[in-house]
């Protein structure tokens, strides 16, 4: 049974994810800003459900607005003045802008890392980096593997001590503060031997012996090839259009309206985009009448 777009290569996903986060990242016309926002989001509440409108609402969204408040302040740039800072600095409509601009950017970035991590396992990154730096790429993949398990061990400990009274609000600041201290103190011994096990583990398996074989059960299928010949298509009508879509914002707003081919590119764009969220929904609905 295929398991949806997890099932791709890992270089196919892994293509996929890289050119997305270019997109993302250099794009600046507004449609295009909007349209990589909201296709990652369907495919975020596609893996995630419930928990990526939680954190939709609370680590997107404050992380918009505080990047839009920040460049404000510290970008005065712009023709067009709005109202001045009591320490007389302007805030102009240009700057207003742009950091909406940079808040769509940022936002889609964080919406789209949150389903890489869902779907590019930490075995895929072993298998795409792992022979080019072994080293690298088991830091790399340990370091994305111990963030979920600290946060999910730290929960833990929170209710734990709660359940016995430590830490209740009803405490005054130095019992809180200690509660906090002892609380920190055990997450980091919990982390510590937990990278001990790890270590000892990785040993008995023979990590670092030169003659050590390697082992892939990922196989490069037609589907694969079709995606990467998709990401071709996407990154040569990108580059084509990158003056078409390219607004300016300094000294003023210059957005222009996108012609017919880029209008096209824009449509590709999006198929591209939702592709994950298309397949996954397609291979549901199939293997659902078995």
């Known amino acids: 049974m295929s398991t949806g777009f997890r099932g791709f290569h890992p270089l ?22 909007a349209a990589v926002l909201l296709c990652g989001l369907f495919y975020d509440i596609k893996l995630h459900g419930k928990k990526a409108l939680s954190f939709l609402i609370k680590v997107v969204l404050p992380f918009m607005l505080l990047a839009l408040v920040f460049n404000g302040i510290v970008n005065p740039r712009g023709e067009t ?18 950091g909406l601009i940079f808040s769509l950017r940022a936002a889609s970035t964080l919406i789209w890392l949150s389903s890489f991590n869902e779907i590019i396992s930490n075995e895929k990154i072993i298998f795409l980096f792992g022979r080019l730096s072994p080293r690298t790429a088991l830091v790399i993949s340990m370091s994305l593997r111990f963030i979920p398990l600290i946060a999910s061990q ?11 009274g430590s830490g209740d609000a009803s405490q005054s600041f130095s019992g809180r503060l200690k509660s906090g201290i ?102 549901e609905k199939k293997w659902s009448n078995f």
């Open 12 to 33: 196919t996903g892994f293509t996929f994810y890289i050119l997305i986060f270019i997109f993302s990242l250099t794009a600046t016309h507004p449609l295009c800003l």
């Open 81 to 98: 003045q709005l109202f001045t800072f009591p320490w007389g600095k302007p805030f102009t409509l240009e700057s207003a802008v742009f």
């Open 154 to 164: 730290a929960e833990e400990i929170n209710s734990a001590q709660k359940g016995i």
């Open 182 to 283: 002892k609380r920190l103190s055990i997450l980091v011994t919990w982390t510590l031997e937990r990278g001990i096990d790890t270590s000892d583990s990785m040993t008995a398996r023979g990590f670092g012996l030169r003659k050590r074989t390697h082992y892939s059960r990922y196989i490069f299928s037609l589907r694969d090839a079709f995606l990467m010949l998709f990401s071709v298509a996407f990154i040569v009508l990108f580059i084509l259009t990158g003056s078409s879509l390219s607004c300016e914002y300094f000294p003023s707003i210059s957005i222009p309206v996108p012609d017919a081919f880029s209008f096209f590119s824009l449509i590709f764009f999006v198929i591209f985009m939702i592709f994950p969220l298309i397949y996954d929904t397609a291979e």
